[in-house]
């Protein structure tokens, strides 16, 4: 298989992304949590002292640029193969050569595997026992979860590191160097306004490849030599709307959305989910509200909107945008409909006042657990009623700690579900007087 290449060469039929890919570590943007001074993988990289690792992050983090920083700077064999197009086959080639070196010239082969998820779990087993007796040093891309996509076996040999996406500010950077880099648009002498730059940047979602790939396009429709926020809105077929996901904005429209669902207005709350879409809000941003809504403002008047609100976030995650769309519209008409109650809220509010205001008083010692002698001894568990051995499985038995006993903290409400379960409450309570005379 080929090895990486240096970096190709300026011409019209190299993609823009692929001629600015960093050549070193000074070169990368972002990820200073992996590759920041003195960290542990910049150290690893510069020392050529790297083991099997996994490079786990969302399209356009760096995940195939770290390849290409490793084999520029390391002196080991350095292979590249993609699991979307290799085969089985070429792995076996790829080992078998690799025992060759390293039995021979006594040289160490670096395998970068591209998109290691597509290949199933019993095709990953064809790395194993190489990486097992050191003959390959694995570098695995995914954008997959590595728990879940990659053997277990080649898991627990490599180390996994995160990459995350790219801030705006950082894809700006690399856009800047873009316009001006020889490799790049240097030649041409584009400007950009300052506007057009932070437009692209932003709604790039984290990716560099997009932000890049746009610039490459509203480079070719430049006029007068300049990049007009205009052409790069028509580059990225988006328009910019006021939504800074850093500034005020981000929490004006979702406010607006979050009261409009708890004001039990479906089409209010359709339209500013509509527009964080447009906007380029992540999607699990909005879903992360959606389910603690669920609970804070919906709560036991319906308790199937915790599960719907759940079953929105996998359902964003398994399909992503923008078919997510569909499913998050149904998850906020569903939350937006459904009676409302904060009682569960209010409760766990008053329950840690009370902690914080009585201390940690002493659980009652019929409920407190008698694992060992000496504890039965000093009367841990005595007269601890169980509750199954009672007529309605209900029995009068004090709970709370003796100072906060009688105490209320869930009041239910009267609408939707919370309804019968304050009735059920109340016919408990019934039921523990009666036991408590008889």
């Known amino acids: 298989m080929d090895l990486f290449a240096q970096a190709a060469p300026n011409h019209s039929n190299t993609p823009l992304a692929e001629r600015m890919r960093p050549r070193n570590l000074d070169e990368v943007v972002g990820q200073q949590q992996l590759l920041g001074e003195g960290r542990l993988l910049r150290r690893l990289i510069e020392s050529d002292q790297l083991s099997s690792v996994i490079f786990w992050g969302p399209p356009g ?29 070429d792995v076996r080639e790829i080992v078998a050569e690799a025992k060759q070196q390293r039995a021979y010239h006594g040289r160490k082969t670096l395998l970068f595997v591209d998109e290691i998820h597509r290949f199933n779990k019993a095709q990953q087993d064809a790395f194993l026992p190489s990486v097992e007796k050191g003959e390959v040093t694995l570098i695995g891309a995914t954008t997959e979860n590595p728990s879940f996509e990659v053997n277990s076996a080649l898991l627990s040999r490599s180390r996994v590191f995160v990459l995350e996406p790219l801030g705006a500010e950082e894809l700006k950077i690399l856009l800047q160097r873009a316009l001006t880099d020889d490799r790049g648009l240097g030649p041409r002498q584009l400007t950009a306004e300052n506007d057009a730059l932070d437009f692209l940047a932003e709604q790039a979602d984290g990716d560099a490849r997009v932000a890049l790939g746009a610039l490459e396009v509203a480079a070719s429709a430049a006029q007068e030599q300049q990049i007009s926020l205009d052409i790069a809105q028509e580059a990225l077929q988006k328009k910019a709307l006021l939504y800074d996901k850093g500034a005020e904005e981000h929490y004006n429209v979702i406010s607006a959305f979050i009261k409009s669902l708890r004001g039990s207005d479906a089409d209010a709350a359709l339209y500013w989910l509509a527009r964080m879409l447009e906007a380029g809000e992540d999607p699990l941003f909005i879903v992360r509200r959606m389910v603690i809504f669920s609970s804070e403002d919906v709560g036991n008047a319906d308790p199937r909107a915790l599960q719907v609100a759940l079953a929105v976030q996998q359902a964003v995650h398994f399909v992503g945008l923008p078919e997510a769309r569909i499913n998050l519209a149904q998850g906020v008409t569903y939350l937006a409909t459904a009676p409302k109650s904060n009682s569960s809220y209010v409760g766990i509010n008053e329950a840690q006042a009370e902690v914080r205001n009585s201390g940690a008083l002493p659980v009652p010692k019929h409920i407190r657990n008698a694992p060992t002698q000496l504890m039965k001894e000093q009367g841990y568990g005595k007269g601890y009623k169980y509750a199954h051995n009672y007529d309605d499985g209900v029995v009068a038995q004090q709970h709370l700690p003796d100072k906060l006993a009688g105490k209320q903290y869930y009041r239910p409400s009267n609408r939707g579900y919370e309804k019968t379960i304050g009735e059920r409450m109340e016919y408990l309570r019934l039921q523990q007087k009666t036991k408590k005379t008889e």
């Open 61 to 89: 983090t760096g995940k195939t640029t770290l390849g290409q920083v490793i084999a520029n700077s390391s002196q080991s064999r350095f292979v590249y193969f993609s699991a979307v197009l290799g085969s089985i086959k």
